[in-house]
């Protein structure tokens, strides 16, 4: 079994930070991509960031300069740090991972169980 858990969302002020984690633990041979996507109240699940497992980035338009999406390999956990931060960033924010379990295996991918992020004044 693999399992995500996400964590440091909360209520933040429209231009303030936030700093998310998502920490993979379970039977783990190897973990490919990573991401984070997020989906606001009455609207589908978008991508947000991917780092790959030889870190590169890539994010979608409306994040890019205000979020930057990290990993740390030794402890098997995925970052994203959001700056500048707006009501429209309010959303469940969810991690995934690309992992395989065995060295045959191919890869699946897991999901967290969300974190809130609200935006308000």
């Known amino acids: 079994q693999v399992q995500l858990v996400e964590s440091g969302g909360g209520l933040v002020q429209p231009g303030g930070s936030l700093r998310l984690s998502c920490a993979i633990s379970?039977?783990?041979?190897?973990?490919?991509?990573m991401d984070w996507y997020r989906q606001a109240r009455g609207t589908l699940r978008e991508w947000v960031a991917t780092i790959t497992s030889h870190s590169v980035t890539n994010y979608a338009d409306s994040m890019k300069g205000r979020f930057t999406i990290s990993r740390d390999s030794a402890k098997n956990t995925v970052y994203l740090q959001m700056n500048s931060l707006k009501p429209e960033d309010t959303a469940v924010y969810y991690c995934h991972a690309m992992v395989s379990t065995t060295p045959t295996m191919a890869l699946i991918g897991y999901w967290g169980q969300g974190t809130q992020v609200t935006v308000s004044s």
């Open positions: 379970g039977s783990i041979f190897s973990i490919n991509a």
